[in-house]
């Protein structure tokens, strides 16, 4: 249910602001022209009264004064800004971060195990089948992936991506992390990535089908210091049991880990036991999450604006039409009306826009009211039907109007004011109430030989991946994705909020890494959009040194399919190469940046990022009002139609 509330109460208190400038402000004065009748002094004897020069303020009729304090009514209430309480959103918030640990040690290839449709398979497809189910069924959990063979590394961070995961899992290898086991290593790794992490309860589930070969830290060791810092291990044997030599299952340190901690051991000798064990895990480890819930608010101070608006332009249009009178009536009466005006709702210039822009249609009559009071305060307009011209310059004398900006302009600028205010002006969409305030960063990253170039110091890619590093510590926890690319591109990293992690994969990027020499930009490029859709919205940096010609086409279809917006980093110094980048990377409409000395880039890039629209099919996504900020600037110009004689010279109903 949708409910009404003042954002900004106490702005009701200027309510009797107007008093101060009644009493305080000096009077109005406008010399007023007027027809000289050369047989005045026998005119004024015969009729009995004297002319004299005096001045009168004008004080207007009560319907003036009644649509006045209407219309400052209508501003106050603006500017307290009404807001509508929408339904509320929940969302629910995990309060527990998963860790799996997979071994991908040579024995893993072993194939001891049959898959669902019974075939024999090596233990880590087997592993990777029911681990996909595992993850399928943790669904709004936050689950991060290592993996560990001679060495341990984090092959996925915290995320709640658990697609990105499976796909990651999907693709890894026996050997990739070496040959050997270094169980302890890997415990040690799960704990820096833990300190990371701000969720109170944290797990481990770690699958192993060895003994410790190859670590630093002794698995009891890494196994004290993780139940000291309150993480729960569970560990998970594979293989077979009276294996002897390297290849040997440890059950008793397993055991030891496991029970140390708090944690459970289980030992699979086929897949459907390793399925047993999982499906005991998940009983245990059930989801916990807590249920967040946030109350959208909508600006609606352009609803008292509107109202305040139509009745001055419908008061105005009111006069006008009354106005049509005998010449002469219209240069003996002398009316004027507050030209009261409401006010109301709402970088990239690509993304400014109006939230209703068909208010705007109101600027055609508000500009034809102003046109025809204009020729109302020209006096003398209303005789030059009647006397001739050429004796018309003869016998008036007098002043149209006060030279400068009187009541009229002021009419014209609270009128236009209002109308821009209350079709929404905005540029930028609020960041969703459950998300980080910064919103994502794809990089997408040229792995290439001519990356490593060295007419930068000391290469392209260092020097690009020295200057992320930078940016990263800018945007502080916003949530980063890394894409690379050469002839295939990968996600490396789905969007996280470790930058460690990032600039860690980031700085071990080589073009011997790459499966595939060669330039497929645009497929990195829509690999960063999906990362980005995963992650709320965002935007996309892309550094690369080149573009192939072939590539252009593919980039002005991508563009046709997304709006990211995209900024250009070359790791270029100006010339030939930057020119043809430039060139052949125009159908994405880049913001280029060119790369500094000094941290003069970093700064825009990270000014620009922090910024950037979310996903316009975001169910949070709102643009931002802007209009609100042009109501204290309505107020001021109202305030001083409550000076005595400020009025708007009008021939209509209110004298």
Not at 103 to 131: I, Y
Request: glycine share 8%.
């Amino acid at each position: 249910m949708n409910n009404l509330a003042i954002a900004q109460a106490w702005c009701l208190f200027l309510l009797p602001l107007p008093l101060l400038v009644w009493w305080l402000a000096p009077s109005y004065r406008m010399r007023r022209g007027g027809l000289q009748v050369p047989f005045m002094p026998r005119l004024a004897a015969a009729a009995g009264d004297l002319p004299e020069r005096r001045s009168v303020v004008a004080m207007g009729r009560p319907l003036r004064w009644l649509l006045l304090c209407f219309c400052w009514f209508c501003a106050i209430l603006a500017l307290a800004r009404p807001q509508v309480v929408e339904p509320p959103l929940s969302r629910e918030v995990p309060l527990r971060d998963l860790l799996l640990a997979v071994d991908l040690s040579g024995s893993m290839e072993t194939p001891d195990f049959t898959n669902a449709a019974g075939e024999q398979v090596d233990r880590l497809s087997a592993v990777k089948e029911v681990l996909d189910g595992f993850l399928a069924g943790r669904s709004g959990d936050r689950v991060g992936l290592i993996f560990f063979g001679s060495a341990a590394f984090v092959q996925a961070p915290f995320t709640e991506d658990l697609e990105v995961l499976r796909q990651l899992l999907g693709e890894a290898q026996v050997r990739m992390a070496g040959p050997q086991t270094a169980f302890g290593d890997a415990l040690g790794l799960a704990i820096n990535v833990f300190e990371r992490s701000a969720v109170e309860e944290r797990v481990l589930i770690a699958l192993t089908d060895g003994n410790d070969t190859a670590s630093q830290v002794p698995p009891d060791k890494a196994a004290q210091i993780a139940r000291d810092k309150g993480i729960v291990i569970h560990t998970v044997a594979v293989g077979d049991p009276s294996a002897a030599g390297e290849e040997a299952l440890d059950q008793v340190t397993l055991r030891r880990v496991s029970a140390s901690t708090g944690g459970v051991y289980a030992h699979a000798a086929d897949r459907d036991q390793l399925e047993s064990i999982y499906t005991r895990l998940e009983q245990i480890e059930t989801r916990k999450v807590q249920t967040v819930s946030h109350r959208p608010r909508r600006d609606v101070y352009w609803w008292p604006l509107a109202a305040g608006l139509l009745a001055s332009m419908a008061y105005f249009s009111l006069g006008l039409l009354r106005s049509v009178s005998p010449p002469g009536e219209s240069s003996r009466r002398s009316a004027g009306l507050l030209a009261v005006s409401p006010l109301a709702p709402g970088m990239a210039l690509s993304a400014f826009h109006f939230l209703r822009p068909e208010w705007l249609l109101l600027l055609v009559p508000a500009g034809f009211i102003c046109w025809r009071l204009q020729r109302l305060v020209e006096g003398g307009r209303a005789w030059r039907g009647i006397i001739a011209p050429h004796l018309l310059g003869h016998l008036w004398r007098g002043e149209a109007g006060r030279a400068g900006i009187g009541p009229l302009h002021w009419v014209g600028l609270s009128w236009l004011l209002a109308i821009l205010a209350i079709a929404g002006p905005s540029w930028r969409q609020q960041p969703s109430p459950f998300a980080d305030d910064t919103p994502a960063l794809a990089v997408v990253i040229k792995v290439s030989p001519s990356m490593e170039s060295g007419d930068i110091a000391p290469s392209r890619l260092r020097r690009a991946t020295q200057k992320l590093q930078d940016l990263l510590a800018l945007r502080g926890k916003g949530k980063t994705a890394l894409v690379a690319y050469a002839g295939s591109a990968h996600l490396v990293m789905p969007a996280t909020a470790d930058a460690g992690i990032i600039n860690s994969f980031a700085g071990a990027l080589a073009p011997s890494l790459m499966p595939l020499e060669g330039d497929v930009a645009a497929q990195a490029l829509a690999l960063a959009d999906r990362a980005l859709e995963r992650a709320g919205g965002g935007s996309i940096l892309w550094i690369s040194d080149s573009v192939s010609a072939e590539q252009a086409r593919l980039l002005e279809k991508w563009r046709s399919d997304s709006p990211t917006a995209v900024r250009l980093w070359p790791p270029l110094a100006a010339g030939p190469e930057l020119d043809a980048l430039r060139d052949n990377a125009s159908a994405v409409h880049p913001d280029l940046v060119r790369l500094a000395a000094d941290d003069s880039d970093i700064a825009r890039l990270s000014a620009a990022a922090r910024f950037a629209p979310l996903q316009a099919g975001s169910a949070d996504a709102r643009w931002a009002e802007s209009g609100y900020w042009f109501t204290p600037l309505i107020i001021v110009l109202m305030l001083v139609f409550f000076r005595r004689g400020w009025l708007v010279p009008l021939t209509g109903p209110a004298a």
